[in-house]
């Protein structure tokens, strides 16, 4: 079936970048024909610690040189096609690098602006002695795609979180949609979350974009494909000891995460199923889930080892007052399985 | 004479440029223009340290890794350490192996992927070296003539090195797993034994592929060393030669003996110490005179940093830094780093300065698998006792091999001991504990150098954070008394050819023997279709100025700049 906005959910679902690439290689390369060009990538780096670009090449199947050599070369003849623009791996530096920069925004083919790090109050980031926010606001106006990767380019992350003693966010970082507003350019921004960046979620957004596809989107402007399920309710498996009422209290011990702080409940991500580095692992499966995939971390999602009950800044008022919303719905759940959770004990003493 | 400004510097982490003041020298044979004096311009301020301030303490394990997504797991470790000295537990044994495996393993693709992705291309070029070049034509390109083998295998390795801090962190990078006196993940027979299978491959290919690597650059390095020497008239060792900065070396010690912690704790304490017990000492090696580290011998200066100078000259945690002390404006002042120094003098820290303290000027290690069984003997004697950037190259490969060995050691150790001790120290009740009051340091190494984390808890929370970091070191701006910082002084005195990359290559490799043309010319095909045919030039006036050598110089370091401005410490107001 030919992928589209509507069915992009239901095709994609769990679809790994391989599984993506493998099914819809006849229709890229049909996509590709058109025009003799490579795809024309941007990847602009703000207030970033570059964990997302690490985390891209992290990618399995294809890995970053296949993806180089690849996908990203389309019709255009080339051998490899670099992004144009990519501070942490490219050729050039200093003036060249700016002027293929330049060449990005002439280029006719789809021109794909990916943001990773946080966007400043000017004076904090320069680059080539120009403000990282021009940089940014010069390559949105004329992107046709904008993708924003990571906590900070999409919400702010830690760049843009706030201290705990009253002071202000030290440089005023928010994320790039945001931004955009802020600037007048009213265009999406399709974003990409976690901590950093899946690299399963980089490569299948761009791939589907090449195809001319932009996932569905929830409100937070992530694609619902990845975002679109509650961890702990329908993906965890640590989740039959949370309804048996078998928790974690103390380091060592084997059971649900919930009691030492697991953000799970709170989070929406299918990093459970996806896992990181190859499938190799996640986060629950060594500590805890800290919520990295949500707005507002991590303030909302701290401290990371308080429960999800004891939360202090979730939705911005006092634990006392919650009772709207998501986090509201949740925690009635939870109420109901504490109580399931006694019924269990109960039955189980019987037993004995 | 010219002023030549690179901004941004790619293939480094984070936003830096330079400006290099160059003068013209006669050799006799040909006038040349060199740095004279250069300048390092570090381009992001974060405030990482501020956002800290209140917060749970157990946080800082996670926030800090978010200082730099590229050595994100040393801050992880140094955080807890730090916080292991403020709860005044250790981890147990068990713990210490797991944590060393994990940071072991995260060294092992770090030092691999700045060798090939970032510091390697020019090397490669310069010495006419097909592995170490980019795959410029692609998989055809890697088949023919082996352009970008090692490049491109190097991503596979680099990925299964990831694969075992997964194993054991959940993810990488940022990972999860380590808690005040110990870890929360346990030492199961299928992590210990994936970690086996997958170091035994990484470690075929650091010893077979990445040393061969090293051997070949350095026997190439004496070709173009003759040819070089011969074309400007004067004795120049190419590579060895450039990138010497002070030959004062700092390094604070990693991967301490799970039997032997006392003798690791003391360093936090701020005894004068080596960490002998350790597989990498701690030390301050000053142009051949080894002397023990001693905390509170750093301090930090910021005459050229935008921040106030009243915090100039003092030992990092005692300053009292509030927001008010950022200078944003501040006249003068060219970079976003701080410039620290012990025992006043300006050290490079780094894995030459790793290599230094802990084992001389003259390696020689045998490294035997566990596993397999095999050995292999690495020799190398320092080539510039100032550093060089093929000394840099050398310490990571050395040290790439050197942890992937260890990580099988530790994993065969770490079956015996998981029965015998628990994950985290039993003093540690529950996860609710956090101390009411604590201090405490934590001193260890990101692969590109010495990173300290100060943590101070009061009422259960941040009361003060201070991270002294590796890319301040080196590359921070001048001190208060002019001494330029490692990266400003390594670039002095290096050569900025007025001639393209292809035009620098056909000299230096006249043969026509790469497809039937000479090696430039090869190279001039290959890239220029990448738009890529003016790489590292710079023109200043007409003049053209091939930054190649003085990017290598910056590399060699490898930069970390997101790491070296985050930095500002502060005290809660009282």
């Known amino acids: ?352 | 004479m010219a002023k030549v400004w690179v901004d941004p510097i790619t293939r480094i982490e984070g936003h830096l440029g330079a400006t290099m003041e160059t003068k013209e020298i006669d050799t006799g044979k040909m006038k040349i223009e060199v740095v004279d004096k250069a300048y390092s311009h570090t381009n992001l301020f974060r405030g990482f340290e501020i956002i800290l301030r209140g917060r749970d303490p157990r946080d800082a394990f996670y926030i800090t890794q978010r200082i730099c997504g590229v050595c994100p797991a040393p801050h992880g470790e140094t955080a807890v350490q730090a916080l292991d000295h403020a709860y005044n537990v250790t981890p147990t044994p068990t713990a210490v192996l797991i944590r060393n495996i994990i940071q072991a393993a995260y060294y092992v693709y770090d030092h691999l992927i700045h060798t090939y992705l970032l510091v390697g291309p020019e090397i490669g070029i310069v010495c006419k070296y097909p592995p170490m070049v980019p795959p410029a034509l692609g998989k055809e390109g890697i088949r023919t003539l082996g352009l970008g083998s090692s490049y491109a295998q190097c991503i596979d390795i680099q990925r299964k090195a990831n694969e075992i801090v997964a194993l054991w962190g959940g993810k990488f990078p940022h990972h999860m797993s380590e808690y005040p006196g110990g870890v929360t993940v346990k030492p199961t027979g299928d992590r210990i034994a994936q970690t086996l299978t997958k170091a035994t491959e990484i470690w075929e290919w650091c010893a077979n592929v990445a040393l061969k690597d090293l051997m070949a650059i350095k026997e190439r390095n004496e070709i173009v060393s003759e040819r070089l020497s011969e074309l400007l008239g004067i004795e120049h060792r190419a590579f060895a030669d450039i990138g010497a900065s002070w030959g004062n070396f700092l390094s604070y010690g990693i991967f301490p003996d799970p039997e032997n912690y006392e003798d690791w704790v003391r360093a936090q304490d701020g005894e004068a110490s080596f960490r002998r017990s350790a597989v990498i000492h701690s030390g301050s090696w000053q142009n051949g005179e080894l002397k023990p580290l001693e905390r509170d011998k750093i301090v930090e200066y910021v005459k050229y940093s935008r921040y106030k100078d009243e915090i100039s000259g003092k030992k990092p945690w005692e300053v009292e830094m509030t927001n008010d002390v950022v200078w944003k404006d501040k006249p003068n002042a060219y970079a976003w780093a701080k410039a620290p120094r012990y025992e006043g003098k300006v050290h490079e820290v780094g894995p030459l300065a790793r290599m230094i303290v802990t084992y001389g000027l003259n390696w020689k290690i045998e490294l035997t698998n566990p596993v397999t069984e095999e050995s292999v003997k690495v020799e190398w004697s320092v080539m510039n006792p100032k550093g060089s950037v093929i000394d840099r190259v050398a310490s990571r490969i050395v040290q790439a091999l050197l942890y992937a060995t260890k990580i099988m050691e530790w994993a065969v150790q770490l079956k015996d001991y998981a029965s015998e001790y628990p994950i985290v120290n039993p003093k540690i009740p529950d996860y609710k504990y956090v101390p009411n009051e604590g201090e405490g340091w934590g001193l260890w190494e990101a692969p590109r150098g010495a990173l300290l984390h100060y943590t101070r808890i009061k009422n259960k929370v941040i009361a003060n954070y201070c991270c002294v970091v590796p890319s301040t070191w080196n590359l921070g701006p001048r001190d208060d008394f002019g001494n330029p910082g490692p990266v400003e002084k390594a670039l002095e005195g290096c050569w900025l050819p007025n001639m393209s990359v292809p035009e620098v290559c056909n000299l230096l490799w006249p043969e026509e023997d790469v497809l039937g043309m000479k090696w430039g010319d090869a190279l001039a095909n290959a890239i220029s279709p990448l738009g890529l045919a003016e790489v590292n030039l710079e023109y200043v006036n007409g003049a053209k100025y091939n930054t190649s050598l003085a990017l290598a110089v910056v590399r060699s370091f490898d930069p970390c700049i997101a790491c070296g401005v985050h930095t500002i410490e502060l005290k809660v107001r009282k």
Request: hydrophobic share 35%; proline share 6%; net charge neutral.
């Open chain 1, 1 to 352: 079936m030919k992928l589209s906005r509507r069915n992009f959910l239901k095709l994609v679902g769990a679809m790994g970048a391989s599984a993506f690439l493998t099914t819809y290689k006849a229709d890229l390369v049909k996509a590709l024909e058109e025009v003799k060009d490579y795809w024309h990538i941007c990847w602009l780096n703000g207030a970033a610690c570059t964990g997302c670009t690490i985390s891209f090449a992290q990618s399995a199947d294809p890995d970053l040189v296949q993806i180089l050599t690849e996908v990203l070369v389309g019709n255009s003849g080339l051998p490899i096609a670099l992004p144009d623009y990519m501070e942490t791996i490219h050729v050039a530096s200093g003036t060249l690098a700016e002027e293929l920069k330049e060449r990005w925004k002439n280029s006719k083919r789809a021109k794909i602006l990916i943001v990773e790090g946080a966007v400043q109050d000017e004076g904090f980031c320069t680059i080539h002695g120009k403000d990282f926010r021009d940089h940014l606001r010069e390559a949105a106006e004329i992107a046709d795609y904008i993708v924003a990767v990571g906590q900070c380019a999409t919400y702010g992350g830690i760049p843009g979180a706030k201290p705990w003693d009253g002071e202000p966010n030290p440089t005023g970082a928010k994320g790039v949609q945001e931004f955009l507003y802020e600037v007048g350019i009213n265009k999406t921004v399709i974003n990409i979350p976690c901590c950093p960046a899946h690299p399963d979620h980089i490569v299948v957004t761009l791939a589907s974009l090449m195809l001319g596809v932009v996932p569905e989107l929830d409100k937070y402007g992530r694609p619902k494909v990845f975002f679109g399920r509650n961890m702990h309710k329908e993906l965890c498996p640590y989740r039959p000891y949370y309804d048996r009422g078998i928790f974690i209290t103390k380091p060592g011990e084997e059971g649900c995460r919930f009691k030492m702080g697991c953000k799970g409940p709170i989070c929406n991500t299918d990093c459970a199923i996806r896992k990181w580095n190859n499938g190799t692992s996640y986060c629950v499966e060594t500590n805890i889930c800290i919520g990295c995939a949500e707005p507002g971390w991590p303030d909302k999602f701290s401290p990371f080892y308080a429960e999800v009950t004891e939360l202090p800044r979730v939705l911005g008022v006092g634990a006392e007052t919650i009772g709207a919303g998501l986090l509201g719905a949740t925690l009635i759940g939870i109420g109901i399985h504490a109580v399931r959770h006694l019924g269990y004990r109960e039955h189980k003493r019987k037993e004995e």
